[in-house]
């Protein structure tokens, strides 16, 4: 079956679908000039993914190889010249040596000219934040626990003071008396203990959340294609 053309009778032009005048020249649209093209089936199967990353060109930035070469040699005169018995000269010269890894690192971030210096690249950036949530994440910890342990050992004392009134409550007891303000007071406590647990449970309950948010941002991207998990 032959499909009624969705070009221009007079131009030629390709009539876009609900147009009612040729674009191109103005013609007006005959009933039959314009077709609905239908729209594939649906893909039922694996559908092929590629993952591409773009990078970015700059220009005026010397390359980062360059960088890496000329820190390599500084160092190696410097070390030369230690040997010899110049040592200022040496100094100055390692200090030197020394702001091209950073130059280096910079330059490699933006400018990437090999395999090599963004494999390097990567490598310090992920021991530099791997160090980053170590520290936060140990003084998180630090923080928690001191917390954790003001009531814990503001517990003890509470529990302490229960032993206390269990006894007067005793004695009361013995003497007849019905021991109100005793059973009073220890009430108070056992509440004071709860709460004194649910917050130190809270504590330890958000700093882990908190760690664990952190451990995100140090963690590499993952691509998942189609079909590798849930």
């Known amino acids: 079956m032959t499909q009624p053309s969705a070009e221009c009778s007079a131009c030629g032009a390709r009539i876009p679908e ?23 089936a649906n893909e039922t199967g694996p559908v092929p993914v590629t993952v591409q990353s773009a990078s970015p060109r700059w220009f005026g930035l010397a390359p980062p190889t360059a960088l890496f070469g000329v820190a390599v040699a500084l160092l190696v005169v410097a070390l030369v010249l230690v040997v010899l018995g110049a040592w200022v000269a040496g100094l100055l010269v390692l200090g030197l ?20 210096v963004r494999a390097s690249v990567d490598a310090v950036d992920t021991m530099r934040a791997r160090a980053g949530f170590t520290a936060q994440a140990f003084l998180m910890r630090s923080s928690a626990r001191r917390e954790i342990g003001r ?20 004695l009361a007891v013995y003497a007849g ?14 509440e004071r203990a709860a709460g004194l647990e649910r917050e130190a449970a809270e504590i330890a309950e958000d700093a882990r959340n908190r760690v664990e948010e952190a451990r995100l941002h140090v963690q590499p991207t993952e691509v ?5 998990g849930d």
């Open 224 to 228: 998942r294609r189609p079909g590798d």
């Open 151 to 170: 009531r814990r050992a503001e517990a003890f004392r509470l529990s302490s003071e229960r032993d206390r009134l269990l006894r007067e409550l005793g």
């Open 18 to 40: 609900g147009a009612r005048f040729c674009p191109s020249c103005g013609t007006p649209v005959d009933a039959g000039d314009t077709v609905r093209a239908e729209l594939p």
């Open 97 to 116: 040596a020394l702001l091209f890894p950073a130059r280096f690192l910079e330059a490699g971030r933006r400018k990437p000219d090999a395999p090599v």
């Open 177 to 190: 008396e019905d021991g109100a303000a005793e059973r009073e007071q220890i009430e108070a406590l056992d």
